[in-house]
């Protein structure tokens, strides 16, 4: 039986820590925000502050960007368009051992939809 990219998301969502937009508020001045959309959603709008590193090359460009150095000590808030990508992502970061990187629930269009700001 083979796993379809929804089973994969609803693993990895097992494995990780997810908050939802308020606790994402309530933290990110004292985490980094990872965004790992493409390039062209990332310029349509972020978070304030995010840096972007695309999920196809995150495990493999993270470690040489200057923000992620320390990386059993960061907290790390990691979000996509609706949650997904980012927990795929954010599992795949404590694997490679940023253990603080958690998901944000429900993604940048939960975040926007929240009236929350945004930047372009």
């Given at each position: 039986?083979s796993?379809?990219?929804?089973d994969?998301?609803?693993?990895?969502?097992?494995?990780?820590?997810?908050i939802?937009?308020?606790?994402?508020?309530a933290?990110?001045?004292?985490c980094?925000?990872?965004?790992?959309?493409?390039?062209?959603?990332?310029?349509?709008?972020?978070?304030?502050?995010?840096?972007?590193?695309?999920?196809?090359?995150?495990?493999?460009?993270?470690?040489?960007?200057?923000?992620?150095?320390?990386?059993q000590?960061?907290?790390?808030?990691?979000?996509?368009?609706?949650?997904?990508?980012?927990?795929?992502?954010?599992?795949?970061?404590?694997?490679?051992?940023?253990?603080?990187?958690i998901?944000?629930?429900?993604?940048?269009?939960?975040?926007?939809?929240?009236?929350n700001?945004?930047?372009?």
């Amino acid at each position: 039986m083979s796993l379809t990219a929804m089973d994969l998301v609803a693993e990895a969502k097992q494995q990780i820590t997810e908050i939802d937009i308020e606790q994402t508020k309530a933290k990110m001045a004292a985490c980094l925000v990872l965004d790992v959309r493409e390039p062209a959603e990332f310029s349509a709008g972020h978070l304030p502050g995010a840096i972007n590193i695309p999920r196809g090359v995150v495990e493999f460009k993270i470690t040489a960007h200057p923000d992620f150095q320390s990386k059993q000590n960061d907290d790390i808030i990691v979000y996509c368009q609706g949650g997904n990508r980012s927990a795929l992502a954010t599992l795949n970061l404590n694997r490679i051992g940023y253990s603080k990187a958690i998901s944000m629930l429900g993604g940048f269009a939960a975040w926007e939809a929240s009236g929350n700001p945004i930047v372009k």
